[in-house]
T-cell receptor, first 110, second 115 residues
Framework: QKEVEQDPGPLSVPEGAIVSLNCTYS??????FMWYRQYSRKGPELLMY????GNKEDGRFTAQVDKSSKYISLFIRDSQPSDSATYLC??????????FGTGTSLTVIP | NAGVMQNPRHLVRRRGQEARLRCSPM?????VYWYRQLPEEGLKFMVY????????ESGMPKERFSAEFPKEGPSILRIQQVVRGDSAAYFC?????????????FGDGTRLSIL
């Protein structure tokens, strides 16, 4: 079983839609959770960084962590064509290793 | 991705040659991490370094791979006697300090192709 599971998609939505991206994980020791956005041929760009359970909001982005269910989500409101990218979840416990999901490919159609 | 510089962006090597990948961290960052990304797979941790020290190399293959982060200059990931299976995108990330409470910022990667 992989440490982090992420549906690869692809996910296609119309412009303005609310997008929900999710990851599940198996290691209950994970405490730090991140979402990255990766455009083609580029490096991952940090979007959201949260610790433990709860919600965090930044502009159109909201990250949720449910440690009891070992489930994290990223919501994108009012999605834009420029949001079209691959979204990676990542998590870590007390070490310096980050465990990444395989990424979900998102296309926002104008 | 501003700040973390990786070069070259693309590297082509023949089987048996050596590949050297360079990474300059963001200004002020003294912690560097290397990851490998294969098609259809997530980023896989390889090694974590501070200046002049390897902190965690648990993700690095035991043979042919080595990494360093000297006191002066960029971090180097070296792959000796490359094989076709080494073809991948190699990403470097840096953080201000170590520990999981410090987010890692990535460069744009080096895409290594083995002929």
């Amino acid at each position: 079983q992989k440490e982090v599971e992420q549906d690869p998609g692809p996910l296609s939505v119309p412009e303005g839609a609310i997008v929900s991206l999710n990851c599940t994980y198996s290691n209950s020791a994970f405490q730090y959770f991140m979402w990255y956005r990766q455009y083609s041929r580029k490096g991952p760009e940090l979007l959201m960084y949260t610790y433990s359970s709860g919600n965090k909001e930044d502009g159109r982005f909201t990250a949720q962590v449910d440690k009891s269910s070992k489930y994290i989500s990223l919501f994108i409101r009012d999605s834009q064509p420029s949001d079209s990218a691959t979204y990676l979840c990542a998590m870590s416990f007390t070490g310096n290793q980050f465990y990444f999901g395989t990424g979900t490919s998102l296309t926002v159609i104008p | 991705n501003a700040g973390v510089m990786q070069n070259p962006r693309h590297l082509v090597r023949r089987r048996g040659q050596e590949a050297r990948l360079r990474c300059s961290p963001m200004k002020g960052h003294s912690h560097v991490y290397w990851y490998r990304q294969l098609p259809e797979e997530g980023l896989k941790f390889m090694v974590y370094l501070q200046k002049e020290n390897i902190i965690d190399e648990s993700g690095m293959p035991k043979e042919r791979f080595s990494a360093e982060f000297p006191k002066e200059g960029p971090s180097i990931l070296r792959i000796q006697q490359v094989v076709r299976g080494d073809s991948a995108a190699y990403f470097c990330a840096s953080s201000l300090t170590g520990g999981s409470n410090q987010p890692q910022h990535f460069g744009d990667g080096t895409r290594l192709s083995i002929l």
